[in-house]
Every structure is written in C-alpha cells, then in structure tokens.
C-alpha cells in the first residue's frame, strides 16, 4: 500500500470517526429532546408553541413539500429495498424442515455441485434415525437436483433468450412430498411410475415427460404463452423434448416453488447425471435431526456432508446478507443527502424567522422550548415525508421478483422466484429512519435557533 | 515542437471527444470573460451564505457518490454484455445444463472447429477451461476455500483480455510466472484477494484437498506468484496436466475412471474475427455428429454472461429504473429547496438589479448558474473522491453478483460526477429560477416601504 494511500486511509478512518462520534452525541441528544417532547405531551413539562410549529409549515408550504418529498423518496426505496431481502430471507426460512437430514456428497456446500456417485450409499435407507410411514417404509428422498438451460419460446429480439430452470429429478415424487410437507393443489397428480405419458394431439406417438411444477416456475413458464401461469395438461419444450404438467405444488413462499419435478432416471439419463445429488431423511424430531446430520458427516462411509435441511437453507442466505448491507449502505448514503436538506429548509426557516423566535422569547418561553420547537418541526416533515414513503413502499408488497440464493462460498447458487414482503417490521424501520434523519437534520438548526438573543433579533 | 509533443497532440485529436471537450472548454473561457460581471456577481451570492452553499454542496456529493458507485456496477454489467462485432470470443459449453460438464476429448476438435469438409473454418485460437475447487484442510472448511481455473499457462497472456491493460512491470512478472508453472507443473498462482484470504504468502507450499473432484487431491502446491489486480483478484490459475495428470492417476490406483473423468472440461473459448466466421463456425460444431453426449452449443462471450446475469434481472432493473432516478430525484429536491428558499430571501436584490437594467433573463440564468456551479463543482469532486476510495483504500465495491469481483469505478466517472452534478442542479433549479426572474419591482419595493 502506498504512503498515499495510507495516509488517504488514515484520514478516511479519522474523519469518519469523528463523524460517527458526532452523530452519536447529536443522537444521545436527540432521544433526551425527544423525551421531553414525551413529558410535555403527558403534561408533566410545560408545553411547547406547537401550533406556531403547524402553521409555519403550512405558511412555507412549498418549501414543506419539498422537504418532506426528499424524505418520502429515501423512504420508500428503503422500504422497497428491505421488502426485497426480507422476501429472500422468508423464502429460506420458509424452505427446509427442522427434522429433515440433507445430506450431499463431502465437501459440497449446495446442491448444484454435490455428487453422490462416489460409493455406494444407499445403506442410508437403513440408517435408524429415520422415521417410517404407515407401510413401514422409511420416509426417505432420493433426488438429482440439476439446473437446465432452456431458450425462451417466442424471445424478443434484443430481449432475454434463455433461463435457468430448477429441475429435481426424484424415485418417488409422493414420497418426497411427504418429506418436504408439501402436497399437490387440487386437479393434480404425482407423475407416474414410468413418468412419461403420450403427447396429446401427437400422431407419431410421441411421449411426453410428466412434470410437477411449483406455483412460481409455472407463472414463469405460462408468460412464454402468453398466460399467467401453466396449468395441468399443459406442455412446454424443454432440452428437445416435450414435457407435460401433471400437478402445480402447494410451495409458495419456498425454494420448491422454482422447481420443476420429473423422475429421476429420465432427466438424469437426459442431462448426463445419473447419481443423486441430495438424499433428505426425515427424522422423529429436532434432536434427532441435529444428532443424525452430526453422526452421518462423522461416521458414514463413503463421506457425507450432512446436515439439518433448515440450516442448509440459514447458509444459502450468504448472498442476502450481502444485498442487505448493499441496500443499507445505499440508503444511508441517500439518507445523508436528506439529512442535508432539512438542514437547509430548517437553518432558512430561523433564519427567516429570527423575529418570531424573539417575540416567542419576550413572551416567556425559555431555550430549551425554542430548541424543542425547531426541533419537532424537524420530527414532523420526516414524520409526514416517511409515512407516505411507508405507504408507497408498502404497495410493492406481494410483487414476484427473481434472485439468487447461495451461500457465497463458492458454488452455482439457485435461482428463485419469490414476492416481496413488506411487513410491519420493515414500515417500522422504515418511520423510524425518516424519523432519525429528521433528528439528526433538525438539531443543529434548532440549536441554532436556541441561541437567538431576543432583543438582538427584533432590531 | 518536441516529436513526441506532437504524437500526443496527434493522438490527443484522434478522439471527436477530446475534440468536443476542448471546444467546451474553449466556449466556457469565453463565456466566462463575456459575462464576468454575472460570475462576480453568483460567487457573491454563493458566499453570502457559505453554511447554505456547503450544505448543497455536501448533498450533492453524497449522492453523487451514490449514483456512481450504482452506474459503476450497471456500466461494467452492459460493457461485457455488448456485443463485438470483430476480434470476439465465442464460449462452448454443455449445451442443456450448468455448470456445464464436457469430455476432455472435445478439446481436439473444438481446436480444429469440428471441420471435415473442405471450406469448413477454423477458430483463431482456443483456450479450455477447466474448474478445480479445493480447501486448504482436509476438514473442507469454507474459510479456506481457493477456485481454481485449470488452463494451459501458454493462452493465459494471449486469450485473456484480463491482462491487456497492466503495467509492463505486471506484464513482465506475469510472463515469469507464466514460465515457471511451464516449467514446473505444482507451480500456482493467485489472485491477490484470494492469498490474502487463505492468509499464505507467496513462497509457501499448499495442500488441496478438492470438493468438486473427490479424491483428486494435490500436494506440494507451490504459490509461486500473484495474479495482477482484476477480476481474478479471487481465484487461482493451475497447470491443466495438474488436474489431468492427478485424473490418470486415479485410474490407475482405482481400477476405474474418477466419476468426472469424462466431465473435466467446462468451458472452451474460441477466439474468431468476425460475425460471419462465427455463423459458420456455430453451424459447424451445432451439427457435428461429435458433439451428442453431451450436446454442446455456442455463444458470444456477451450472450453467455448475459444469460448469467439474467436471475439478477430484477434487482438490476430495480438499481436502473428506481434507485438512480429516486437518487437524481433526491438530488433535485434538495437543489429545489435551497434554491428557492435562496430566491425568497434576494427578492429584494433581484428587484434591485432589475432597477439597475438587468433584465429577467440575465437574472434567471444567474440563479441557474448559482445552481448548475455549486452541482458541477461538487459532482467533480465527489467523482474524484469516489474513484479514489473505491478503487485505491476499498479495492473495488464488493456486490455479490454472479461470478464478478469487486467493482471498480471506470475513469469516466470522472465526468459522469460533474454531469449528473450538473444537470439535477439544472433541473432542480429551474422553478426558482424562473420564479427569481417574475420577481415584480413594483411589489417587492411597495413592501419594503
């Protein structure tokens, strides 16, 4: 590292420190002014000129507008942004069951690299742990998770022209339902023992492979033909062949809800994969699951990386961690330029009103009132410029949007499709922003304000 | 004049762009001495009220820093999904799934573009591409995680566009380098992110013990070198007979092919000159009998990164369409607001100097001028700043896309700050502006009095 850039460094680190120690007191100070603000409300402190505070607002109402737009807009992009990773982080949480054991080949971190072609495990179908069902059978999934590159029927020219689809390629897809705690939605079928079926309409006799699709994927496909999602009896092309829809997964609000299930030896012997990629046992409980996946990546053999399904899907939020401080650090930097403007409107608004601070003075209110008086003024365009923001992010809840998950250490990640989710948390944070810009904005001109000398000021 | 005064001028004049910039620059100055009475008089205004300039000022560049940092990412994403029309690379890959798995057979006749009859054409050049992960401990732990790209050391400095821009001294090292893992085949060589993340100096000796390819293990690494800054900063570059050679052994021991023996090439680059070779070139290797298990298809390098970058297409439309414009937005609501409120407070001035002849349209571009100087001023400055930090304290903007490393910010933000500085000011001062030029003499006095 260069002199330069050391010293460039040092006085990046000094600079920010002393700005973050700033910020700190001017937010220590902040909660003090706003407690009193508290007391004043419960009538334990004498009041402040509120209605003074109002009517100024909606005397310079441009200026008001103005102001409480820039917040309206940070806000609404925060809300919009978080709406996005909270999307993302629901969809993992949602994914995966506490008593299910995935396991993948050694050392693969998902399921796009594991390989379990190396040995010869399918003793894991005796292996204790795992719970039977009715027949006695162990409730065990056997899958080929792979993802396929498919161009885009009907493209637009200069548009997109491919997708990746998310197919798994299962032995027994009822089983595997039960694994996953998902069913199928009413008019549907698992597909059958043989897996393929005779393409209607075909007079060559033609087979079609039959497929499962969760609701997300089948949206997506339905837009290629012009409709808003693919129903059962539909067929779509995929990798030269046809493939037919059987049943729509009940798997919103998961990662299934992007996959297009199929029997496992007939995408496998497709795609070049004929071994497993993943085997999830289902376990009696929590326990059971944690000490399964520790037993299983220590002792079995061939090696395993086993592990409970629901922290598999806690590590492929890698990548959302990394959009969560991206979209925070984009809004503090859109923040601060807020900051800035009600720092302007505020320090003109005294210094416009230099005279009523005076007047306001002579008529006995102290200081700390006045500081308090500028002060929620502040408070008060954030409070109205961040709840419309609230209000116009929170229209963006429940929009489909596509992303990647992964645990961003090394690996292909999986693409999803998932909506967004503005909850009250997020509208919370989102006020409470609005609201913490508007301190930080507001203090320093209303201390300025505090200073106004009475006499001096009517002149 | 000196000869080499005379190249640069020369090569200066070969771009329209300097040519233009010159001419503005040029224009500026004289508009500047033409109208120096109206400058004297907006950097009076802009001093009058230095904490209200500052804080413009501030804003401005906060947001700018923004804007950049966001188009830096947008801008690198667009320039390698642009297609070239000449001396372009074409990628074969598996044709239906990713991560694309081929036989190392298919090498010989990509080299050769699958060509058996006479008038069928060939690549320029080919490079393959096969991918080896490895941890540094047997436990397989992520911390220690290196990727690297299995390729013959001779195509390194020709094929790899990577490499084109470094400094002589890099390029001299690089070829060393390139050399010594020539010459000695558990040589390796590192990105400068990825040693710092194993914690290893260059010098030490490395076990590998693999993820992808189980059982194909590699001792006595030597980190003989480090990979010039750039988008390899994360990865590693290994010998290709390393992995080939460990994949024979295996065979050997085992009595059996490893299970990705007929899987270790990933990617094939094709170096072609022009569209119409590779036209002909996809059809060649799209109809080869060759090429059925498993098929395998062709694209521009362009295509191929764009159909990567396709599951991010929401959140890039999202940066494009809603986070600059929301920031421009922003930007122009704080210009708007301490313009006006600058406006209101000189109604009296502006009367004055109406009194005094100027006329409306003076006046307004003066406001616009007060705006559109503070805007350049502190866009430019906020360029300077950003490119700086970002490029040489940060090392690049680190957003987790695709296979991309960090993000550095292009030299032409350097005007990119000073424009969109410029031009929101512009736009946000326009109300104000016009509002200071219908400031009406007779009202403004009649108050005062």
């Known amino acids: 590292m260069s002199i330069l850039v050391k010293i460039l460094l040092i006085l990046v680190v000094g600079f920010g420190g002393l700005i973050a120690v700033a910020v700190a007191l001017m937010l220590l100070l902040g909660c003090g002014l706003t407690l009193v603000l508290l007391l004043q409300f419960l009538g334990v402190l004498r009041r402040i000129p509120l209605g003074y505070n109002l009517r100024n607002l909606f005397v310079r109402w441009p200026t008001t507008l103005l102001t409480a737009l820039a917040f309206t807009v940070v806000v609404s992009l925060l809300v919009m942004m978080l709406a996005f990773v909270n999307g993302l982080f629901e969809l993992t949480q949602a994914s995966g069951q506490t008593v299910n054991v995935l396991v993948l080949s050694d050392g693969a971190t998902e399921e796009s690299v594991s390989s379990l072609g190396y040995g010869d495990i399918t003793t894991l179908n005796q292996y204790p742990a795992i719970v039977k069902d009715e027949k006695g059978e162990p409730l065990i999934s056997w899958e080929v998770y792979l993802v396929v590159n498919q161009p885009i029927q009907n493209a637009k020219p200069g548009g997109q022209q491919r997708r990746f689809l998310q197919v798994r390629g299962l032995m027994d897809p009822a089983r595997t339902g039960r694994v996953h705690n998902i069913a199928l939605h009413p008019g549907g079928a698992w597909f059958t023992q043989a897996g393929v079926q005779p393409l209607p309409g075909s007079t060559t006799g033609e087979q079609a492979v039959q497929v499962v699709l969760g609701e997300g994927i089948a949206r997506v496909l339905g837009t290629d033909q012009g409709k808003p999602s693919l129903e059962v009896g539909d067929v779509f092309p995929m990798a030269e062949r046809q493939w037919i829809v059987v049943g729509i997964l009940q798997s919103s609000g998961s990662t299934f809800d992007s996959e297009i299930w199929a029997k496992q030896q007939i995408v496998g012997e497709k795609f070049g994969k004929p071994s497993y990629s993943t085997v999830v046992l289902r376990t009696a409980d929590t326990d059971a699951a944690r000490r399964a996946a520790q037993d299983l990546s220590d002792n079995f053999k061939p090696a395993v990386a086993a592990q409970v399904e629901t922290a598999y899907y806690e590590k492929l939020n890698g990548t959302n961690q990394s959009f969560l401080y991206a979209a925070l650090a984009v809004a503090s930097v859109m923040a601060l330029g807020g900051v800035l403007g009600v720092m302007n409107t505020m320090f003109a608004a005294i210094s416009q009103r230099q005279k009523d601070i005076g007047v306001l003075r002579i008529l006995g209110y102290a200081r700390w009132q006045i500081l308090e008086s500028f002060f929620l003024e502040s408070l008060l365009l954030a409070l109205i410029g961040g709840a419309i923001g609230c209000l116009l992010g929170w229209m963006v809840d429940g929009w489909s949007a596509s992303s990647i998950i992964s645990s961003g250490s090394g690996g292909g990640g999986r693409s999803v499709v998932f909506k967004l989710v503005v909850d009250s948390k997020i509208l919370l944070g989102g006020l409470a922003f609005s609201l913490l810009m508007g301190n930080i904005g507001g203090l320093l001109p209303a201390l300025s304000a505090m200073r106004v000398r009475p006499l001096e000021s009517l002149r | ?449």
């Open chain 2, 1 to 449: 004049m000196p000869h080499y005064l005379d190249d640069w001028l020369m090569a200066f004049l070969d771009s329209p762009w300097n040519v233009i910039g010159v001419a503005l620059f040029l224009f500026g100055v004289v508009l500047a001495y033409v109208w120096a009475p109206y400058l004297r008089l907006i950097f009076k205004s802009l001093r009058r009220n230095p904490l209200r300039t500052m804080l413009m000022s501030a804003a401005t560049m906060k947001l700018v820093l923004s804007i950049i940092s966001i188009w830096s990412v947008l801008w690198l994403l667009d320039l390698v999904t642009t297609e070239r029309t000449k001396d372009f690379k074409a990628i074969v890959t598996e044709r239906w799934q990713i991560p694309s798995q081929m036989p190392l057979s298919y090498e010989r006749i990509l080299q050769d573009g699958a060509a058996v009859k006479p008038g069928d054409v060939k690549p320029q050049n080919i490079m393959s591409w096969q991918f080896y992960g490895a941890t540094l401990d047997a436990k397989k732990s992520r911390e220690n995680l290196i990727f690297f790209f299995c390729v013959d050391p001779a195509k390194v400095l020709p094929m790899m566009e990577d490499f084109r821009d470094i400094s002589d001294q890099e390029r001299a090292d690089l070829e060393d380098a390139i050399r010594a893992v020539q010459e000695d085949k558990r040589r390796i060589i590192l990105g400068r992110d990825c040693l710092r993340r194993i914690n290893k100096q260059v010098g030490e000796r490395i076990s590998l013990f693999s993820i992808n390819y189980l059982g194909i293990d590699l001792d006595d690494c030597e980190i003989y070198a480090t990979l010039p800054e750039g988008r390899l900063t994360l990865f590693g570059l290994m010998h290709r007979d390393r992995l080939n050679n460990a994949l024979d052994a295996y065979e050997r021991k085992n009595g059996k092919p490893h299970p990705l023996a007929r899987k270790s090439l990933n990617l094939v680059w094709l170096q072609i000159p022009d569209t119409v070779t590779y036209g002909q070139l996809a059809d060649q290797i799209g109809s080869s009998s060759s090429f059925t298990d498993p098929a395998v298809k062709m694209e521009t390098a362009s295509s191929g990164i764009a159909a990567f970058l396709d599951a991010y297409r929401d959140m890039l439309w999202g940066m494009r369409w809603l986070l600059v414009p929301a920031i421009l937005a922003v930007l122009s609501l704080v210009m708007a607001t301490a313009i006006s409120i600058s406006v209101r407070e000189r109604r009296t001035e502006m009367a004055v100097l109406k009194v005094l002849g100027f006329g409306p349209t003076p006046i307004m571009l003066m406001v616009l001028a007060e705006a559109v100087l503070i805007g350049t001023v502190s866009g430019f400055v906020s360029a300077c700043g950003t490119w700086l930090v970002i490029n040489k304290v940060m090392g690049g903007l680190r957003f987790p896309i695709a296979f991309f490393p960090p993000f550095r910010v292009p030299l032409d933000a350097l005007w990119w700050g000073p424009m969109i500085g410029g031009l929101t000011a512009l736009v946000g001062s326009i109300v104000p502006a016009w509002s200071a030029r219908s400031v009406r003499v007779a009202q403004v006095f009649a108050k005062l009095a």
